[in-house]
């Protein structure tokens, strides 16, 4: 799992040693406060956050007064504490200030002034963020009692850089409910974390749910080799991301590492299917393609894909349904897991063998119980010929138990529970609901990842006709340059949110809240600047 495990940590600062006392804590930069409710604000840290933003206000109006556009530097302020920094931050903007109205500055001190005055902005802005967060137990006029968070791998570290205030400390389990204020540190090894995105877009991750990113490192990869599975496209995708890899804009370079990776994608599967923009390599290939234009249209070849996406798609649903059990457990919420989100894996599980049985029956209700023929997909994709009387005998009434369990189980635990029909009757309307809905739910998902199979087809009917053009020789492989560039642009970009679509809508719904709240710590550092603390030693 790559949510880390937090501890919560107690620390007690003497009011005199405040200043100090913070730039201690910013300076280990794995601090999170805690803001549980029966913790308040206290008056010296609102003076001191006051003070930090009316110096960010300065700084800030006298920019936009200018207009100005210096290069941004990254600027180091020294202080001892963190009351100290915000008069220093203070004295030194008003020095800027008297300075930038002298007429005979010359353009580069100018622009070196009013980069500074960017840095001095932001770092009084960070402060005003950070002592804002800051709540304290109620408690001695003399001293400050925080609460917070850090990892609990690097509590040692915390422990004996705050050793003069540390109190205690507790380790916070996973596997509990609630957790109403316990932030989620998100870790993952740099490959996985490029796609970190794709689940924080739909909120962060609760500290007792398991996050779904590795999950997604592995099968969007998987998803876009399929729908764009070429040797030589992929190859293009890969020498772009080389070249975006190291720009200096952080969102190419993001966009480079990325397509580094479906890129590789593209080229593994188009390996397997044998194909080098649109040309068949001289090797027998692991997997078919659907061939239009040397081999004329090969229905075989097109149901094989569309039954890998049926399949792929199951075993992603699958896995989605299986992480919602786990946050379940993890949450300690058992009816739930047990009375709504296992039956309804069960009927997933049994539900897509029971519909490819009455499929293989020509639909007939009557059939599909006494009919020999191969059950589809078992036998066509897997080579195992299974009856569909056999099929839908042994799924038929796992089936019915699956959506008799989702019909009334929450309502038998309810009103054993309250003994009370009245307040039941809320939970077996939620049955009604999810009976009836998710046989649907399923079906509709389960359908959606035919376009695997379907964007594979579409793009090997580019790839042939691309292929087509080389055999007019010079001039073919002059119009085949411009035409696979154009290919790899819409093709690429299509396959890309088709990709977000199975990942985002299909399957995260199936067990993601994201209403858990990121780890922040208090700081000392930014983009634009660097805050350098002298500490007196510790006694």
Same mark, same amino acid.
């Given at each position: ?250 969102? #190419? ?5 990325? @397509?580094?990776?479906?890129? %590789? =994608?593209?080229?593994? $599967?188009? /390996? &397997?299917? +044998? ?62 897991? #047990? ?5 309804? @894996?069960?009927?997933?599980? %049994? =539900?897509?063998?029971? $519909?490819? /049985? &009455?499929? +293989? ?179």
């Amino acid at each position: 799992m790559a949510i880390a495990q937090l501890s919560r940590v107690t620390l007690l600062c003497p009011r005199a040693d405040l200043g100090p006392f913070l730039s201690r804590l910013c300076d280990t930069g794995i601090f999170h406060p805690a803001e549980r409710s029966g913790l308040v604000q206290d008056t010296q840290l609102v003076l001191l956050s006051s003070r930090a933003h009316a110096v960010y206000s300065d700084a800030n109006l006298l920019l936009q007064a200018r207009k100005s556009e210096a290069p941004p530097t990254v600027a180091n302020f020294e202080s001892t504490s963190m009351a100290d920094l915000v008069e220093r931050l203070a004295a030194r903007t008003s020095r800027i200030s008297d300075e930038l109205r002298n007429p005979d500055v010359d353009p580069v001190a100018k622009a070196q002034l009013e980069s500074e005055l960017r840095s001095i902005r932001d770092a009084a802005l960070t402060v005003f963020k950070d002592t804002s967060r800051i709540r304290v137990r109620p408690g001695p006029r003399r001293f400050l009692i925080l609460e917070g968070f850090v990892p609990t791998s690097k509590l040692p570290l915390f422990k004996e850089t705050m050793r003069p205030n540390f109190l205690s400390s507790e380790p916070i389990p996973r596997r509990q409910p609630g957790v109403p204020y316990v932030p989620s540190l998100v870790v993952n090894p740099r490959v996985v974390s490029l796609f970190e995105g794709i689940t924080l877009s739909l909120g962060v991750p609760k500290y007792n749910e398991v996050d779904p990113t590795p999950v997604v490192a592995f099968v969007f990869p998987l998803f876009f080799g399929i729908m764009f599975s070429d040797v030589g496209r992929g190859l293009l995708l890969f020498v772009a991301g080389l070249g975006l890899r190291n720009n200096r804009r952080d969102d #190419f370079r993001y966009l480079g590492r990325l @397509l580094l990776v479906l890129g %590789s =994608a593209s080229m593994i $599967v188009g /390996a &397997l299917r +044998g194909l080098f923009f649109g040309v068949f390599l001289p090797y027998t290939p692991l997997l078919p393609s659907p061939s239009f234009l040397v081999q004329g249209p090969s229905i075989q070849t097109v149901t094989f894909w569309l039954e890998v996406g049926i399949a792929v798609g199951t075993i992603h649903l699958s896995a989605g349904y299986v992480l919602a059990i786990i946050n379940r457990f993890l949450s300690k919420d058992y009816p739930e897991a #047990f009375l709504s989100y296992l039956p309804t @894996l069960v009927l997933y599980a %049994s =539900a897509i063998p029971f $519909v490819l /049985a &009455l499929v +293989g029956s020509g639909l007939s209700w009557e059939g599909v119980f006494t009919s020999t023929q191969p059950t589809p997909f078992f036998s066509t994709l897997l080579g195992v010929m299974v009856p569909v009387s056999s099929v839908a005998g042994f799924t038929f009434p796992i089936l019915i138990a699956s959506l008799v369990v989702l019909l009334l189980g929450r309502f038998v635990n309810s009103l054993y529970s309250t003994r009370s029909l009245r307040r039941s009757a809320p939970s077996l309307k939620d049955g009604v609901a999810d009976s009836l809905v998710r046989p649907a739910e399923i079906f509709v998902h389960t359908i959606s990842y035919i376009r695997l199979g379907i964007l594979l087809v579409v793009e090997s009917v580019f790839g042939e006709l691309l292929a087509q053009l080389l055999a007019l020789g010079l001039l073919g492989v002059v119009l085949a340059i411009p035409g696979n560039i154009a290919v790899v642009s819409i093709m690429a970009f299509i396959v890309y949110l088709q990709d977000l679509r199975l990942n985002v809508y299909e399957w995260f719904s199936k067990f993601y809240s994201g209403v858990g709240r990121p780890f922040a710590p208090l700081v000392s550092r930014g983009a634009s600047f660097n805050l350098s603390w002298s500490f007196a030693a510790a006694p």
